[in-house]
């Protein structure tokens, strides 16, 4: 094994086994100053934090030894940056290096030489090299040790998103999907954290049509964002929430892919992005399905929304401005026009459900005008085919509760009623509470991010520049501290 290659695997033992012998020295140490019955838990794996629990005047005491652990294992993270090199100039050798490092306590060691292996072009000579690449990732996911890894979490994530690659590359998405789960709970420090993973967990549910998955992981709000050692990219934060309204307007959950949406075209932004303007697309197709008008978007939107974004998605404004004219013939006609553009989208299957929902909602006006009216008056007035699809709207509407209604088939005629609901059920009640429980969570949830900010270093520090900037000035003296008129005045840098 090459010199560069020894030295790899010696730092990564030696560092790692200094981790676990500091620390019992530790608890050694403390262990004679106590008369009492003390029961220590020492792990053999370094990350692991060594507890000391001392009953003492009937108190639990619990010495928590973890300094010399983040000191040695970030030692050991900048140790494995600088020797990527070499494990790249020796990749014929990398298996051997995996056969002499331990999973549980050299994970850190084991995360850099996949990363490498997944890193590099696949050898012509081994033809089964991804499938046993594959079950070397999945080994490590499944039992590396959470703790080390939490150290390196842009090298594991960059793991995660060169396996996602690799799988979308040879169209085997299906197979990664419980692997990218496992991964995503190993490094999560709370189920509300985002991680740049999700996004690749999402993109493989949408190739392999598998939604279930992915919907356990959407349908928690996200509180916080994984900052994986300040190397977090906005561009898995936009394709997490283009990705999450895909699936939800897969599922015909549009309420909640509209939001997705929103969140991915009002997050700030300096440039163009080819992510942004597709959620932007959708969200046009998306709002028209659920609301019958394009809603407005906030205005904390960023301004290259409204200069670049908008004139590159004019088909589907035309789209917008074809539904406002309640004529299905009409925008028929302009989802043929446009057929191209929308394919290339593909985003044509959102178009004739942008169609569908004109046909449903001028079927419920004229539940505001008409008490009876027979099937084929309803196929007229909307504009659809005949007597028999005019009756599969309705009925598909009814089985929704878009509208209430009963069909006589002996004379084909449509008994149009109010809305039953009195609002004063059990079940009624139950959502009620149900809908308080979650706004009191959500209000509980923005006070304490707001107390968060308050007491936010820069952010205090710039609320107080900002009021300093505000004051009079109290004497001429000060303005000394003021600049010349010729001199622009620095933008305040955090």
Not at 383 to 399: H, T, V, W
């Amino acid at each position: 094994m090459a010199s560069g290659l020894e030295q790899f695997v010696n730092n990564v033992r030696s560092l790692s086994a200094q981790v676990t012998n500091e620390a019992t020295r530790r608890v050694l140490r403390i262990v004679p100053y106590f008369n009492n019955d003390i029961v220590c838990t020492v792990t053999s794996q370094a990350t692991r934090q060594v507890l000391c629990v001392v009953a003492y005047f009937n108190h639990d005491i619990v010495f928590t030894v973890n300094r010399v652990e983040m000191g040695n294992f970030r030692e050991l993270c900048e140790q494995l940056s600088k020797l990527t090199e070499v494990l790249m100039k020796n990749s014929q050798h990398l298996d051997n290096v995996l056969e002499t490092l331990d999973l549980q306590q050299h994970s850190l060691g084991v995360l850099a030489v996949l990363c490498v292996k997944l890193s590099l072009p696949a050898p012509s000579a081994t033809p089964d090299h991804h499938e046993i690449l594959f079950a070397q990732v999945q080994e490590f996911i499944i039992g590396c040790n959470g703790e080390q890894v939490r150290f390196a979490p842009d090298t594991y994530a960059e793991l995660c998103h060169l396996l996602t690659n690799s799988l979308v590359e040879l169209k085997t998405p299906l197979r990664g999907i419980d692997l990218l789960r496992r991964a995503i709970h190993k490094i999560q420090l709370f189920d509300s954290q985002l991680t740049s993973v999700h996004a690749d967990l999402c993109q493989l549910c949408l190739l392999a049509k598998c939604f279930k998955p992915a919907l356990d992981i959407l349908n928690i709000d996200v509180t916080s964002i994984s900052q994986e050692g300040n190397q977090f990219d906005a561009k898995y934060f936009l394709l997490y929430y283009y990705y999450g309204g895909m699936i939800y307007a897969a599922m015909k959950n549009y309420d909640r892919a509209l939001y997705f949406f929103e969140v991915a075209i009002t997050t700030p932004a300096l440039a163009v992005s080819h992510v942004m303007l597709e959620a932007y697309k959708k969200y046009i197709l998306v709002s028209l399905i659920l609301h019958g008008r394009v809603q407005s978007i906030p205005k904390y939107t960023s301004q290259v929304v409204g200069r670049f974004i908008k004139p590159l998605s004019q088909s589907y404004h035309d789209l917008a401005s074809a539904y406002f004219t309640n004529n299905s013939d009409d925008l028929r006609a302009l989802i043929n026009k446009y057929q191209e553009p929308f394919t290339r989208d593909s985003n044509m299957g959102l178009c004739k459900q942008v169609l569908a929902s004109l046909y449903k909602k001028n079927i419920q006006r004229l539940t505001k005008t008409f008490l009876t009216l027979s099937l084929s008056d309803v196929a007229s007035r909307v504009q659809l085919s005949g007597p028999l699809e005019a009756e599969k709207y309705i009925l598909n509407m009814i089985e929704d509760g878009e509208i209430f209604a009963t069909i006589n088939q002996k004379d084909g005629m449509v008994i149009f009623h109010d809305d039953p609901e009195k609002y004063n059920s059990p079940d009624m009640l139950r959502s009620l509470e149900e809908e308080m429980a979650v706004c009191t969570d959500l209000d509980r949830k923005i006070q304490s991010m707001e107390e968060d900010i308050m007491v936010n270093p820069q952010f205090v520090k710039k609320s107080c520049g900002a009021q300093d900037d505000e004051l009079p000035l109290a004497s001429t003296q000060s303005s000394k501290y003021l600049p010349n008129k010729q001199e622009t005045p620095a933008p305040y840098t955090q």
